[in-house]
């Protein structure tokens, strides 16, 4: 099949708006890439991303069929925004985010993964965060500021970058030093991370 | 310890499946919109 690469994304919608159903096909292939890898690179999941990738374009399909579109030339970000809420939606589901990473040393997600804490948890889950947030501001400052922006503020390195004006590489070094100098002050401080 | 950085997953430049593409492709042929006196809108699947 010959990829259709010169009628621009507005003609296609509009073209599927009117009944010609090829064009939502032409539309799909065209960025299907594009937004896989970038469902993909928030839930690190192969079969979830084809769930979010799914579940967009039927949103897509339903918006387009009712009239309920406001074409601006700006397709691509429609859509991206609407995959970007349903992962949001799948966090908030899962009750998950993803900011820590299982090492063998702890496990996080085994304090937090419970969606009906009891009193007793919560006050464990709480005081856990608390102590992470006091373990942090132990850190070297240029440490714990990538630390912050990437955990917390789920900021990239790109962004990092840009933001404290030092290289990617640069922020990627002070990340890493910045998690082995954590581990070290869990250590010293013979904390207990895991319930 | 933990590898943070690991070489880019492959999968980043993999694509959804192509029986996903189909189902899309199919729900939006079988889908049909009507809207009513009242301004809603019925979704009919016809197969």
New interface residues.
Partial sequence: MIRDTLTPDSKLVSNYINGN?HS??IL??RH??RL??FI??KVKN?DI??DI??DT??KV??TL???NYNEEGKFLPWVVRISHNLVIDHFRKSNRMPKF?N??EFDIFSVLGDDVLNAEKKMIKEQIHEDVRELINELPEEQKQVLIMRMYNDMSFNEISENTGVSINTA?GR??YA??NLRKLIEKNKIILVN | ??Q??SKKSP???????KE??Q???N???S???I?TKSDH?I?LNLN
């Fill in positions: 159903e939502l096909e799909i292939k299907q890439q896989f890898s993909y690179s192969k991303t084809e990738f799914q374009f039927i399909i339903r069929k009712k009239g990473r090492t063998d990627l990340m890493r998690l082995i | 310890m933990m943070l950085y999968e980043f430049r993999e694509q959804p499946r996903t593409i189902f899309l492709v729900f939006s042929q889908l049909k919109v809207k809108f979704e």
